[in-house]
């Protein structure tokens, strides 16, 4: 965690980053600043987790270089350090939501101690933060939202994921096969950060399919994998645990997580009918000999059964139905699906193969365009529509949203895309925002935390984010644009 202590007075400022650097704390760079000027150049290139500032000092004092901070979006948590004669302005700090006070002298233990609570006040916002955003990560890997819709900085990636490697794996439960618990995609990842990987989950009831983002500094072996699935992994002549898993890696650091998604979909699919294990890597090169040969012959034979295709056939408008994305989508997820197979078969694999699957899926496309075209679309979206206005304070998802409607998140995702020419993450920004600016220009005295929470962001830090984003400013500045001059 990173620390910023600022005081005009050398002996305190030097005392108090010593005091800390000798301690067993979590605020392990720290950065010191004599005066409140020095503290904002400082801040362009250090962005603190926590600001230890002094009120008394030349030029800016303490309370204006935390209102300072906060229109700029630098910082969020404050302590301030006063003296005893200084509780009036301790009391107004109040306002600026400053998280404690030291009183000078510095008490090592009482300064300790204060830090040790805010780091824990730190890490539980980590852990919000890093659950809301894996489900704007699920929005775009599942649900086909354009990255540039999502509130997240550029650097988010880097931050999940740090390492070269990425891998997804989804893990389809079919027929009756229950979705896997949460505790059981835990001990999973668990498995994989055993081996040195970052391992996140998603899980989405409508698709029946559990997604783990893997993150590494190589690649992944097959016997990673199956040692970290455990039981949920069968090899060839075993009994079916009822799912079917596919898996993709890449080292692109351009290759966007929805297209390893998608081909990650493509070998679950090869899996699904040509496989007699439960698992299938998609390869960008062929497999060996040995191995084209064994699947070519499962391909041959599943081919000789006519039911075969129709089950494929049949599957695939199913998946199609749940599969977000457009007409492109769908066209790149059955072109890896032939790619899977041709790549695993290889020179085995002849070209009427790829040509007959390919003839039992062009059909069911064109039926689903004309599906799609006529389904009630107003209603729909009226429907939606009136749904989040009456409960955009709560924590509002995509799936959230299909389930108390009763309607496919993917159905919405479409519905939007076609009618508003929004996706559905971005018009519910568009609302929540709308109404946040209402709340600060009528109400100018209250705090921004607070106007956050009223409009569904439980996390101030995020409603920054997303504020910037799509407003092209901070909330402060929105606020002293308008001339309430609070913030």
């Given at each position: 965690m990173k620390l910023m202590v600022v005081d005009d007075e050398?002996?305190?400022?030097?005392?108090?980053?010593?005091?800390?650097?000798?301690?067993?704390?979590?605020?392990?760079e720290i950065v010191g600043a004599a005066d409140g000027i020095d503290a904002l150049h400082k801040l362009a290139l250090f962005q603190p987790d926590l600001i230890l500032t002094d009120i008394h000092m030349p030029e800016m004092d303490g309370l204006a270089l935390i209102k300072e901070i906060q229109v700029q979006n630098l910082c969020d948590r404050f302590v301030i350090i006063t003296g005893y004669g200084d509780f009036a302005y301790a009391r107004q700090a109040l306002r600026y939501h400053v998280m404690d006070y030291l009183l000078k002298p510095i008490n090592k233990d009482e300064l300790l101690g204060t830090l040790r609570k805010i780091?824990?006040?730190?890490?539980?916002?980590?852990?919000?933060?890093?659950?809301?955003?894996?489900?704007?990560?699920?929005?775009?890997?599942?649900?086909?939202?354009?990255?540039?819709?999502?509130?997240?900085?550029?650097?988010?990636?880097?931050?999940?994921?740090?390492?070269?490697?990425?891998?997804?794996?989804?893990?389809?439960?079919?027929?009756?096969?229950?979705?896997?618990?949460?505790?059981?995609?835990?001990?999973?990842?668990?498995?994989?950060i055993g081996m040195n990987k970052k391992a996140y989950s998603l899980q989405s009831r409508f698709l029946r399919q559990a997604v783990l983002l893997v993150n590494g500094k190589d690649g992944f072996t097959d016997e990673e994998l199956q040692q970290a699935c455990g039981d949920l992994y069968y090899r060839t002549g075993l009994q079916s645990t009822g799912y079917?898993?596919?898996?993709?890696?890449?080292?692109?650091?351009?290759?966007?997580?929805?297209?390893?998604?998608?081909?990650a979909m493509a070998a679950m699919l090869c899996n699904r009918y040509f496989s007699k294990g439960n698992m299938t890597v998609f390869r960008q090169e062929p497999e060996t000999l040995e191995r084209d040969a064994e699947f070519a012959h499962d391909l041959d034979r599943s081919m000789e059964n006519q039911l075969s295709f129709e089950q494929i056939e049949k599957d695939m408008q199913?998946?199609?139905?749940?599969?977000?994305?457009?007409?492109?989508?769908?066209?790149?997820?059955?072109?890896?699906?032939?790619?899977?197979?041709?790549?695993?078969?290889?020179?085995?694999?002849?070209?009427?193969?790829v040509s007959a699957i390919s003839g039992q899926l062009l059909p069911f496309e064109r039926r689903q365009d004309h599906q799609e075209h006529h389904q009630p679309h107003i209603q729909a979206i009226d429907k939606i529509i009136t749904f989040v206005e009456q409960n955009y304070k709560l924590d509002l998802s995509l799936d959230s949203v299909a389930d108390h409607v009763h309607m496919h998140p993917n159905y919405i995702s479409m519905l939007f895309r076609k009618e508003i020419?929004?996706?559905?993450?971005?018009?519910?920004?568009?609302?929540?925002?709308?109404?946040?600016?209402?709340?600060?220009?009528?109400?100018?005295?209250?705090?921004?935390?607070?106007?956050?929470?009223?409009?569904?962001?439980?996390?101030?830090?995020?409603?920054?984010?997303?504020?910037?984003?799509?407003?092209?400013?901070?909330?402060?500045?929105?606020?002293?644009?308008?001339?309430?001059?609070?913030?």
């Open positions: 050398p002996i305190i400022l030097n005392g108090i980053i010593r005091m800390i650097e000798k301690a067993n704390t979590s605020f392990t780091e824990q006040t730190i890490r539980v916002e980590r852990q919000q933060t890093e659950e809301h955003d894996l489900l704007l990560l699920k929005e775009h890997i599942l649900y086909n939202t354009p990255w540039e819709d999502m509130p997240l900085k550029p650097e988010l990636l880097h931050t999940m994921l740090p390492d070269p490697y990425t891998m997804i794996v989804v893990i389809q439960a079919y027929g009756g096969t229950p979705l896997l618990t949460a505790e059981r995609l835990e001990a999973i990842c668990h498995a994989l079917h898993i596919g898996v993709c890696g890449n080292k692109k650091d351009k290759e966007s997580l929805r297209e390893l998604y998608i081909k199913y998946i199609h139905l749940l599969f977000s994305g457009d007409a492109d989508c769908h066209n790149q997820l059955r072109e890896q699906f032939l790619h899977c197979i041709g790549t695993h078969c290889s020179a085995a694999l002849e070209d009427a193969h020419g929004l996706t559905f993450l971005h018009y519910l920004h568009t609302f929540r925002l709308t109404k946040a600016k209402q709340f600060m220009q009528d109400h100018p005295e209250w705090p921004i935390n607070t106007i956050a929470e009223l409009v569904g962001y439980e996390n101030p830090r995020h409603f920054f984010k997303v504020f910037k984003k799509f407003e092209n400013t901070t909330p402060g500045q929105f606020r002293l644009g308008n001339g309430t001059g609070s913030t």
